[in-house]
């Protein structure tokens, strides 16, 4: 991803070991009281979040109001910015490869997830972070074993194999997991709630027990997700999810957190722009509240917000237009479609179908 022209220009590579000299027990003695390193990171991800998503989605706050009023994203707030480089070794660049170059600093394939083009495990700045103490949480709207958050624990040459990455959850000992349900590549092998649970993780799923949640050794957390366009307050989001996960983490070893913003990719993979911003806006909502974590604690808390790829090839021609259209959208093209398809089984009559379909797209 590239951004504007910024104050300090980091490679993606910089930005990578920055934080792994932070959080690396090899960078820095681990009984070193002079070793300056910050105490809570925040490290952000917007899949599919490209310039022209982030820009089109500060223009809609900036109009329409957010977080900070009028003022824009919080994210573009921020005082240092960055060229990130992802690209894949194997064409244009997946969720699994842009993953593990953000999580464990190396280029790789499509699809390979935590390895290094020729096959060898690569550890993560999660795994770093762990192993110097803190506390590690995965957060995500995408599903738990979904590529970004498993590039950060797992170690796969096919991100597809959803079933073969679940056992990696127990073994990567991270302390909370937080995201959307399982998917799973058939079979009959043991199910996850069940192999999770005999490694020592509590497993609980829906967001009003995650709420209710107190501090546990191990926890994973399923909860349904939804667009942030079609959630109406229903479902959680990433900054509700992010609140929550720093109050179990929080305390005297600190913690390391990867956030993900999965859906800004889904939508722009519908073409779906209302639902992009919206999902942008909500990432940048999760942004604010470690912004303000950050505030208060500025001495000993990092926050990396980034991108893995830009999905949809979206290009802005017209940037004085009104974006108010975007506000009166109702829901995602994906919920419009699925209404369209119940629709189609009860067939109804031609009027009655236009009239349905009329309110849905209003």
Known sequence: MRLPMPRKLMSAALIIFAV??????????ADDPSAKHPKYVFLMIGDGMGVSQRSLADRFVKELGGPTGKTGLVMESLPNSAI?????????????????AIACGVKTKNGFLGMTPDGKNVDSLAVFA???????????????????????YAHVNRRGAYSDIIPFIPKSGFDLFAGDEFLLTGGSGEKPDAQLARQGYKVIRGFDKFKAAKKVERLVCVQQFDFAIDAKDKAPSLSETLSKTIDLLDGDQGFFIMLEGAR????????????AIKEV???????????DFLKNRPDRTLLVVTADHETGGLEISDSKGSLAPIQ?????????QNHVDELKKKKPHSTIWRKASMRSSA
């Open 281 to 291: 806006v909500d990432f940048d909502n999760a942004v604010k509240v470690a912004l």
């Open 20 to 29: 792994l000299s932070f959080t690396c027990p090899r960078c820095h003695g």
């Open 130 to 152: 762990k192993q110097r103490g803190m506390k590690v949480g995965i957060v995500t709207s995408d599903h738990i074993n979904g590529a970004t958050p498993s590039a950060f």
């Open 264 to 275: 800004i990719d889904w939508a722009c993979h519908n073409n779906d722009i209302a639902a």
């Open 328 to 336: 009166s959208r109702k829901c995602s093209m994906a919920a419009f």
């Open 84 to 100: 990130t480089d992802t690209a894949s070794l194997s064409g244009v660049t997946d969720s699994a490869a842009a993953g593990t």
